[in-house]
């Protein structure tokens, strides 16, 4: 029903929602594009389980007896998992999101329970590779959820490409703090339990929107920047009280009903941008309802008054009837059109077209990202993976280390945010490249790297909130490059490609180098104390000596890659001067002409049948 706003707050004599039209606001909500969004933001905020391997890594540790390099090893086979996604994408290219959403959950709650069963001794104790393979097919849950959310959401707002990686990876960011407040609230201090909390809740939440996350039709909203600003403004709310908590568990002895308290408002936090969503929602089933009422007084005018012969169509304006081809003949001239992926693999079109998966993969431009990330993302993730070692060995309490991990967490989300939102702004203001921003970033890792190389007194704080940061800002920044120079045709694949050179840096740096190292000074700092390592003792490493010659390479191998990335900063200056989003307001406008002359035609058959006059075509008309 329709009701005139003449009063009561329908707000200027336009038309309001009566009683009647809250299940079909309802319906609205579910099946529109903004709680999709929101959806995506659930899963997202659930979807960053890799990035608190410091939180339970000491209790793997020993639990199950292992030194550091096999920490390491099983830390790599982590990261493995997270960031190789290729399958999820060619997956993705070939099913419906819901598919990819479904697999990554079910793999999710197989990996990390068998972790629990194996770390709690409910089960007999597993190989090494086992745990390795346990903890890789968990956290390549991962990638199924990026690829079936994440990917989904920057092909539904391809103009706003930058802030949705932004605001959805800043929820990945925020995963490791919202997690500890849940965890403390549901199991305490149990770090066992925190594995098995990690194992069932991201799973529950990809099943419970499973239809939900789908690909549209691309429509662009007049205020539909405003709206991921709205979300960005309670993300922020959600992190400054995450911040706090922080601050106060580090400063004070919270109990577990405290926990509940704080765990409750985290919740509340994560579902109040359902209001957006409903008022976003609100505001289009309104409009639809003018539009309709408008539609209904012009055609109830036009069938009221004389009606008005349509001028004859002269024979040689009638466009001649064409009929289509057969099907075999059209697909012969698709073969003819189009060579295969192989020959054309060399020849890459223009940056910012859509890139077959050969032609990018094989580009000197996708090359140098890969290399860049390697080094940058390679560097800040084993930082990350080894914070509670490197707290230890540096004299820190464990409840410090703790608040390390948070504090990556908070920056970690605030550099995904500041480099999707700013880099965005940059971008459309001033034609700053993303790639210099991603060059700005690896200098900037830089020196977190030397505040743990050489010990500075509390600098362990800063690094945390320096490597958080920039660890964070790559994701963003990688993800939008990749779509804007090799397009959105695959981005599924290319989006998981770009992931594979995480694990790679991890491997070498993190295990070959930083776990290598810890290790040999270990056994030195034991030689020297005519210790010998009895079956199932940690060999434990005190002092700065342990992670300084490994972050001293780590520091020269992110320099490298900065210089690696300023080679396509240089290479890509052209295409980022120009308007890179041209053909998606080009296709945007044919769109709408397109609406224009169906409404046109409509309009004119509309008049044909008011003109006959009768009681019968008045009736008709408005019913619409």
């Known amino acids: 029903m329709v009701y005139a706003g003449g009063g009561g707050g329908g707000g200027r004599g336009g038309p309001m929602l009566g009683p009647g039209d809250i299940r079909t606001l309802a319906v609205q909500v579910v099946t529109g594009r903004w709680f999709m969004v929101f959806a995506s933001l659930l899963i997202m905020s659930a979807a960053g389980a890799t990035y608190m391997f410091g939180l339970y ?215 109040l941008p359902l209001a957006i969503v409903v008022i976003e929602e609100f505001k289009i089933l309104k409009t639809k309802r003018e539009l309709l009422a408008a539609s209904e007084s012009s055609q109830l005018r036009i069938a009221t008054e004389k009606p008005q012969q349509p001028p004859a169509t002269p024979p040689e304006a009638v466009p001649p009837l064409h009929l289509a081809p057969p099907p075999a003949a059209l697909e012969a001239e698709t073969d003819e059109k189009q060579p295969s992926c192989w020959k054309t693999a060399f020849r890459p079109p223009n940056r910012g077209e859509d890139y077959t998966i050969l032609q990018a993969l094989f580009s000197i431009d996708m090359l140098i990202l890969f290399l860049a990330t390697i080094c940058g993302v390679g560097g800040t993730l084993t930082v990350i993976d080894n914070l509670s070692q490197i707290g230890t060995s540096l004299g820190y309490p464990t409840k410090s280390i703790a608040t390390f991990v948070s504090l990556v967490s908070i920056w970690n989300y605030l550099g995904r945010v500041v480099a999707g939102f700013v880099s965005e702004i940059l971008l459309d203001k001033y034609k700053f490249p993303r790639t210099l921003m991603l060059t700005l970033i690896l200098l900037l890792s830089c020196i977190g790297h030397l505040l743990i190389a050489f010990g500075v007194n509390g600098g362990l704080y800063v690094a945390s909130i320096i490597i958080g940061f920039c660890f964070g800002a790559q994701w963003p920044l990688l993800f939008a490059i990749i779509s804007e120079i090799f397009g959105l045709k695959y981005y599924s694949t290319l989006y998981n490609f770009g992931s594979v050179a995480s694990p790679i840096g991890t491997y070498i740096l993190s295990v070959k180098v930083a776990g290598h190292l810890y290790d040999r000074e270990a056994n030195r700092q034991m030689a020297a104390k005519e210790l010998r390592r009895q079956h199932g003792q940690e060999l434990n490493c005190v002092g700065v000596k342990c992670y300084q010659l490994a972050f001293l390479i780590i520091t020269a191998a992110t320099l490298f890659g900065a210089f690696v990335s300023f080679l396509l900063v240089v290479r890509t200056r052209k295409f980022y001067r120009s308007d890179i989003y041209k053909k998606f307001r080009e296709g945007a406008k044919e769109a709408e002409t397109q609406m224009a002359l169906s409404s046109a035609g409509d309009n004119n058959n509309n008049n044909v049948v008011a003109g006959n006059g009768s009681a019968a075509a008045v009736h008709v008309d408005t019913k619409g």
């Open 57 to 271: 890594s000491g209790v793997i540790k020993s639990n199950l007896g292992y030194d550091q390099t096999t920490l390491n090893l099983l830390s790599f086979f982590k990261d493995l998992g997270g960031n190789v996604g290729v399958l999820s994408g060619l997956i993705n290219e070939v099913t419906p999101p819901w598919v990819v959403l479904f697999m990554g959950a079910v793999l999710n709650f197989f990996g990390y329970f068998m972790m629990w069963l194996s770390v709690s001794k409910k089960v007999s104790t597993p190989h090494v590779w086992q745990m390795c393979l346990y903890i890789c097919i968990g956290a390549n849950s991962q990638a199924f959820a990026n690829t079936g959310a994440l990917v989904t959401c920057v092909k539904n707002f391809p103009e706003s490409r930058g802030v949705v990686l932004g605001i959805l990876k800043g929820y990945v960011g925020l995963s490791g703090a919202i997690f500890t407040q849940l965890f403390y609230a549901f199991y305490y201090n149990d770090r066992k339990e925190l594995i098995l909390l990690i194992g069932w809740l991201p799973a529950a939440i990809s099943f419970v929107f499973l239809r939900t996350i789908r690909i549209m039709k691309v429509v662009r909203h007049q205020n539909e920047l405003k709206v991921f600003y709205n979300l960005l403004y309670i993300s922020l709310g959600l992190a400054g009280f995450l911040m706090i908590m922080i601050i106060l568990e580090k400063q004070l002895t919270f109990q577990r009903s405290e926990y509940g308290v704080s765990a409750a408002c985290v919740i509340f936090l994560l579902l």
